[in-house]
């Protein structure tokens, strides 16, 4: 019954999730829309399904359906069968007009994934200290003679209060390099040398890089880390910007084959049990989750793909070079290219995500037949 009920609340959140990005994405096209003049004829909060509710208010009709997943809105002549050449039409409007439109989806995703690194550093965090859990044989620490229960106070002279900001200094060391540790134990300070062992290990994009070890792991005290509300504005916009560069970096990757799209991509199934797992951890770690998917989705979105509102901000590019809107023959051609590709690559991801959560039981099944 428990697993039942974490199968659900596990789906909620997901489609919660989901949902919240697909509507702040909606949202943004909607307010450069009516910012633009451009005639809004819907603007529902769900994809699909019955009306359940629905109110006229001027040109525009909101509403509700029962598919609550996101939102949709529809703009008036917004494609060539239903552009009649009024000026408060989308198609009526100037290349540079419909670029702000369909840009400003995106741009709310990232606006909101900002704002959720924001929150998180403003209200604080959950964070290991650098007391000592334990030691491993083999490695400087326990040569140097530290135990468990010892708290590092600094390294090399710089202060850390954090496992997090030790990792940093000690991980770009090489062997045979030694740290000086200031070292706290039942209330008295001392230092100590402590060499370092280098260990070779793939990186996020499987490149092969080398790290400085000290052989300790952290213990279980953890205390909440929080920031003044300008300090944790300016973390939100390094740690955003961070996470855009990573992002991009992976793609790249992806594309010139450097990264496995099976090892590095998820599809809905993977997000799914990635936002199951992290949603029973708390809601600092979930709302974390939000802003890496929301920001993600931003930079996805923009991808020269049709459909995607990169593929529209491609056709206005051609539309600008050739001074004239493309063909509806050769639009529905590309559209149709692009929603082929999509699908083809919703059914690899998905089908990575069967593989990598249950290959290992369905290759059992097989073996018993």
């Known amino acids: 019954m428990m697993q039942f009920l974490d199968f659900i609340y596990g789906i909620f ?7 919240i990005t697909v509507l702040v994405h909606e949202f943004g096209h ?67 007009r419909r670029f702000w439109i369909i840009f400003f989806g995106p741009l709310f995703n990232y606006i909101l994934g900002f704002l959720c690194f924001w929150l998180i550093f403003f209200v604080g965090y959950p964070t290991v200290t650098t ?21 590092i106070l600094a390294v090399d002279g710089k202060k850390v209060r954090f496992f997090e900001d030790l990792q940093k200094i000690v991980q770009s060391k090489k062997e045979p390099d030694v740290v000086r540790l200031l070292v706290s134990r039942e209330n008295k300070e001392f230092d100590v040398l402590v060499p370092i062992k280098e260990k070779q290990y793939k990186d996020t994009f499987g490149q092969r890089r080398s790290m400085g070890l000290l052989g300790i792991f952290p213990g279980d005290e953890i205390i909440t880390m929080r920031y003044g509300f300008l300090e944790s504005f300016k973390r939100s916009i390094k740690k955003t910007w961070s996470l855009t560069v990573l992002t991009y970096k992976a793609l790249w990757f992806m594309v010139t084959g450097r990264l ?21 951890q708390g809601l600092i770690p979930l709302i ?56 083809s ?25």
């Open 13 to 19: 959140i997901f489609l919660f999730i989901l949902g």
């Open 288 to 343: 974390n989750l939000f802003a890496v998917l929301s920001i993600n989705l931003c930079i996805c979105n923009l991808l020269p793909l049709p459909v995607l509102d990169g593929g529209h901000v491609m056709f206005l590019g051609l539309e600008k070079i050739r001074g004239k809107l493309l063909s509806k023959k050769t639009e529905e051609f590309i559209t149709r290219a692009g929603l082929t590709l999509i699908f």
């Open 30 to 96: 909607y307010l450069m829309a009516r910012e633009l003049g451009v005639k809004i004829q819907e603007f529902f909060v769900g994809i699909g399904g019955r009306k359940i509710f629905s109110r006229k208010k001027g040109d525009t009709e909101y509403g509700v359906k029962t598919v609550l997943i996101g939102g949709y809105i529809k703009l008036a002549g917004d494609n060539l069968d239903e552009y009649s050449g009024k000026p408060d039409e989308y198609l009526a409007q100037p290349p540079g």
């Open 345 to 369: 690559l919703f059914v690899i991801f998905t089908y990575n995500d069967i593989m990598r959560i249950y290959g290992d039981k369905i290759y059992r099944f097989f073996l018993k037949w």
């Open 131 to 151: 007391k000592i859990g334990g030691v491993i044989d083999g490695f400087g620490a326990k040569e140097a003679g530290l135990v468990a229960e010892d708290r």
């Open 260 to 280: 496995s799209i099976r090892d590095s991509a998820a599809g809905p199934l993977g997000l799914y049990f990635i936002t199951a797992k992290i949603a029973t």
